[in-house]
């Protein structure tokens, strides 16, 4: 069975740094591009950032360029967030996605974070 | 950052048709693919379509999606009202470098 479980959420000061973890499950990870998207409470879907299969290509949202870093270690079946400088615009629910757009898409469940002092 | 653009809500009856549109540009919906997702509250996006056109399995044929031009339709018959969610369009931005989402229509069906 297909599973992506994302932890690392909770509160945080701002300015704060935090690491989302996202463990694959049931698939091959090497084979996927992996995508982070959140969401704000009561507001719409914003892509974060994606990695290729490899990790040779990274692409980012411009509010979190020079903020965020997203990598991956295959052979942990693993992706990650990390986040830094965090603002209270950056509060949201982060979902960790594989193959967002393709035939095999799948989401996490989410994680929470919140940024409040 | 989004630049695409849904109706903020739409409804209809159950058994009836509506349709949600998504509306970009050249650098987006006018060069690639567009997909659609579907959201019910407190749960993960589900992707409804993509390539503009194809379904995932398990997705019923009731959704359908199509491209013209800059703009994207998806199309959703037969009504149920377990079919009340959020709907998102999405597709790759070449100036930008990033993915897109619309912003969002809330279907009801009354």
């Known amino acids: 069975e297909v599973q992506l479980v994302e932890s690392g959420g909770g509160l945080v000061q701002p300015g704060g740094s935090l690491r989302l973890s996202c463990v694959a499950s049931g698939f091959t990870l090497s084979n996927y591009w992996m995508t982070w998207v959140r969401q704000a409470p009561g507001k719409g879907l914003e892509w974060v950032a994606n990695i290729k299969q490899d990790g040779s290509t990274k692409y980012y949202v411009d509010s979190v360029k020079g903020r965020f870093t997203i990598s991956r270690d295959n052979a942990k079946n693993s992706v990650f967030l990390q986040m830094d400088s965090l603002g209270a615009e950056d509060t949201a629910v982060y979902y960790c996605a594989r193959g967002i757009a393709t035939a095999t898409s799948y989401w996490g469940q989410g994680t929470l974070v919140t940024v409040s002092s | 950052q989004s630049v695409l653009t849904q109706p903020p809500s739409v409804s209809a009856a159950p058994g009836q048709k509506v349709t949600i549109s998504c509306s970009g540009s050249s650098s987006n919906i006018g060069n690639n693919h567009v997909s659609w997702y579907e959201q019910f509250p407190g749960t993960a996006p589900k992707l409804l379509i993509f390539?503009?056109?194809k379904r995932p399995s398990g997705i019923p044929d009731r959704f359908s999606g199509s491209k013209s031009g800059t703009s994207a339709t998806l199309a959703i018959t037969g009504l149920q009202t377990g079919d009340e969610a959020d709907y998102y369009c999405g597709a790759w931005d070449n100036s930008l470098s990033a993915l897109l989402f619309g912003g969002g229509t809330k279907l009801t069906v009354l």
């Open positions: 390539d503009n056109n």
